[in-house]
């Protein structure tokens, strides 16, 4: 059923690895209601997440990281009392809170997020840490399972991941406490490693596969579609300058250089060009790749939503990526969407997004 309208939520879903999880193409990122960089009110989450539902997404990502488990309490209390069977969760494991024995000040120096400082972070990649840090999440969620867990950023603790931490998820998956597995990074490298030498259902790769970015394409990518692992991209405006591109724009968490600036903006004129935006073409472009399931778009506010709803939603010609091939802006191997495909079902009603009534992406 890949890439088909799912008629509990409105919006295609695709699973991840042949483990039966499934998830929406269009995902939440829950950073951003853990107070990422500014607070925001519980009220104000619980809005957002509304939101988000309400327009059909019903993949949420989080993590213990967030907010020092706020996300996870704010995502768990929204959901709270939603058909379990309908939406997928994931959280991560790798960073382990420890209560701190007085609170002084706020996480906004160590983790960048606007909470105070009530716990501190431990990498534990271990067996025990990897089933501590499950159970602490169920219970911030108030759930009974999750979805999908991923070992969160193993940069530097690599030995430990593979060695521990990936065996003790493997091991729970059999157990049937969470359904699919996988590891969620900024780079390609190591998720490459995980794809090729493990079992991973999924990798969350940040930042790697965009518009301005390709690194995910050189080898991770073609290994998922080897070993039948699929990718949830995240990061897909690339830390704001595929979403605005204009002087002293982000790319990666810093200012962007010249010529990526350049590159954004042509991008954004030719996407005007051709009736669409940046933005729609920033969502839209992962799925040119068949290993892509999801994009994860980081979410605090109900506009956000809206926006994100809508520009997943628009058309992106063909036009547009056969110019910016052509214009360099593109390289010309890279796979881009393609067009409705014939099995896709003709009675789809007319309300529903033109994404969602067929142009699968091929």
Not at 41 to 59: F, M, V
Not at 120 to 130: I, K, N, P, Q
Not at 270 to 290: I, V
């Amino acid at each position: 059923m890949s890439g088909l309208p799912d008629s509990r939520s409105g919006l295609p879903r695709r699973p991840l690895g042949s483990g039966g999880v499934e998830v929406t193409e269009l995902s939440f990122g829950a950073a951003g209601i853990g107070n990422l960089y500014a607070p925001i009110s519980d009220e104000q989450a619980a809005t957002a997440l509304d939101h988000a539902w309400n327009a059909g997404i019903r993949y949420f990502d989080t993590a213990p990281h967030y907010g020092l488990g706020l996300s996870e309490r704010r995502l768990g209390e929204a959901l709270r009392g939603r058909d379990r069977s309908s939406y997928a969760i994931s959280t991560k494991v790798g960073r382990l809170l420890e209560p701190v024995g007085e609170v002084t000040g706020d996480d906004l120096a160590d983790g960048g997020f606007a909470v105070p400082r009530t716990h501190r972070r431990v990498w534990d990649f271990s067996a025990d840490g990897v089933r501590r840090s499950i159970e602490a999440s169920l219970t911030r969620l108030g759930a009974d399972r999750v979805d999908i867990v991923f070992l969160h950023d193993p940069d530097h603790h690599a030995e430990e991941a593979f060695r521990d931490g990936y065996p003790a998820l493997e091991k729970l998956r059999s157990e049937g406490v969470v359904g699919a597995i996988g590891a969620g990074m900024n780079q390609a490298g190591m998720l490459t490693r995980f794809v090729r030498d493990t079992d991973v259902d999924a990798v969350l790769c940040a930042g790697r596969y965009t518009l301005l970015d390709h690194t995910a394409l050189t080898e991770l990518l073609p290994a998922a579609s080897e070993r039948g692992a699929s990718i949830v991209i995240g990061g897909v405006f690339n830390s704001g300058l595929l979403a605005d591109p204009r002087p002293g724009a982000r790319f990666d968490y810093s200012e962007a250089p010249p010529e990526l600036l350049a590159r954004a903006v042509a991008l954004r004129a030719l996407a005007e060009r051709h009736g669409t935006t940046l933005r729609a073409a920033a969502l839209a472009f992962p799925f040119g790749h068949p290993a892509v399931a999801s994009v994860l778009v980081g979410i605090h506010a109900p506009e956000q939503v809206t926006d994100a709803a809508e520009q997943f939603a628009a058309d992106v010609p063909d036009d547009f990526w056969q110019e910016a091939r052509e214009a360099g802006l593109l390289p010309q191997d890279v796979p881009v969407p393609g067009t409705v495909r014939a099995d896709i079902p003709a009675d789809i009603p007319a309300d529903i997004p033109a994404v969602v009534r067929g142009r699968d992406r091929l």
